[in-house]
């Protein structure tokens, strides 16, 4: 059974910061390529940020400067540290493989007002 769980979402202020994290059962994410996806209301699903199995790291634009995506294939984690937060950044937070998806987890909420 696998299972994607993400937290560390909650409300911040604009400018502030959060450290999203995304944990897995069931699966092992080392050589594949997990992503950041985030969905403001009335919006679809967006790619923000993207790491390769190597490493490599891909951005939005939109967030390009702001967010860092990690990974610590050894506890099956992912990381997503968003500094800088803007009002825009609003959504539900969702990991996963970046091309071929496991089941969408629940996500986490992060709400950023001024």
């Known amino acids: 059974q696998v299972q994607l769980v993400e937290s560390g979402g909650g409300l911040a202020q604009a400018g502030g910061s959060l450290r999203l994290s995304c944990a897995a059962s069931?699966?092992?994410?080392?050589?594949?390529?997990m992503a950041w996806y985030r969905q403001a209301p009335g919006k679809q699903r967006e790619l923000v940020a993207r790491?390769?199995?190597?490493?490599?790291?891909d951005y939005a634009d939109s967030v390009k400067g702001r967010f860092t995506i990690s990974r610590e294939d050894a506890t099956n984690t992912v990381h997503l540290q968003m500094n800088s937060l803007k009002s825009e950044d609003t959504g539900v937070y969702y990991c996963?493989?970046?091309?071929?998806?496991?089941?969408w987890g629940q996500g986490t909420q992060v709400t950023v007002s001024s």
């Open positions: 996963n493989r970046a091309y071929v998806w496991l089941a």
């Open positions: 069931g699966i092992i994410f080392r050589g594949y390529d």
């Open positions: 790491v390769t199995w190597s490493g490599t790291v």
